[in-house]
């Protein structure tokens, strides 16, 4: 069974449009790190919250971790074709916030951003 | 390398044979992991290790795997006899730190090697 849940599986979204990718656990999040996938290629990290309430952005990408640390939700603003891709969270198992890089992911969501 | 580097890119095996997988890691980085995707799924967990010291391979789904870094840098993940359900896409991250992952040391992923086994 899956530790790490995201929704929707799937996103289709005209450019310009607000999104939000969600990521829930049953269990505490100690770390939550957010990646990108383009298909057929590796995984490039976004971002990293470790403290119930923390948010961060780059860019036009914002990351929340709800005050409890078992939800994390991923904000794109104003979309843009270059921002399609697969979005995937992957979680630390250890408490801490630190572990050695044995992290949990969730199935990810594919992103499709039309023109 | 500006990147951590996988070869080969694809990888096309009969049932039965044996497959070697290598991965480059960032110069410098101590820490480095192999990880399995599914078509569809999240990368999971295969085996972890630090210099040279294979400290975790919990995740190593069968005797069949067998990973190494023997001098602490490139590292080489072996599958013997590959069966139909090994087909997946075979990631490898390194990370600077020994001291384990955080937001100033992240993982750093390859491209990855898709294994397709007929």
């Known amino acids: 069974s899956q530790e790490l849940e995201q929704s929707p599986q799937s996103l289709i979204v005209q450019e310009g449009k607000n999104l939000t990718i969600n990521c829930t656990s049953s269990?505490?999040?100690?770390?939550l790190y957010w990646y990108k996938q383009k298909y057929g290629e590796g995984l490039i990290f976004l971002m990293m919250l470790q403290k119930g309430g923390e948010e961060k952005s780059h860019e036009k990408i914002t990351a929340k971790l709800d005050e409890k640390k078992q939800q994390s939700s991923l904000h794109i603003t104003a979309s843009q074709p270059s921002h399609a891709g697969i979005y995937l969270c992957g979680a630390d198992r250890n408490a801490g916030g630190t572990s050695y890089g044995k992290l949990t992911f969730g199935q990810g969501t594919i992103l499709t951003v039309h023109p | 390398g500006a990147g951590v580097s996988q070869s080969p890119r694809y990888k096309v095996a009969k049932r039965g044979q044996d497959v070697a997988l290598r991965c480059d890691p960032i110069?410098?980085?101590?820490?480095l992991f192999w990880y399995q995707q599914a078509l569809g799924q999240g990368p999971e967990f295969l085996t972890y290790?630090?210099?040279?010291?294979?400290?975790?391979k919990s995740g190593l789904p069968s005797d069949r795997f067998f990973a190494e870094r023997p001098e602490g840098s490139v590292s080489t993940l072996k599958i013997q006899r590959t069966q139909q359900e090994d087909s997946a896409v075979y990631l490898c991250?390194?990370?600077?730190?020994?001291?384990?992952?955080?937001?100033?040391?992240?993982?750093?992923f390859g491209n990855g090697t898709r294994l397709t086994v007929t």
């Open positions: 110069s410098g980085h101590v820490s």
């Open positions: 269990k505490t999040l100690y770390g």
């Open positions: 991250a390194s990370s600077l730190s020994d001291r384990g992952v955080s937001g100033d040391s992240p993982l750093h």
């Open positions: 290790f630090q210099n040279e010291a294979q400290l975790d």
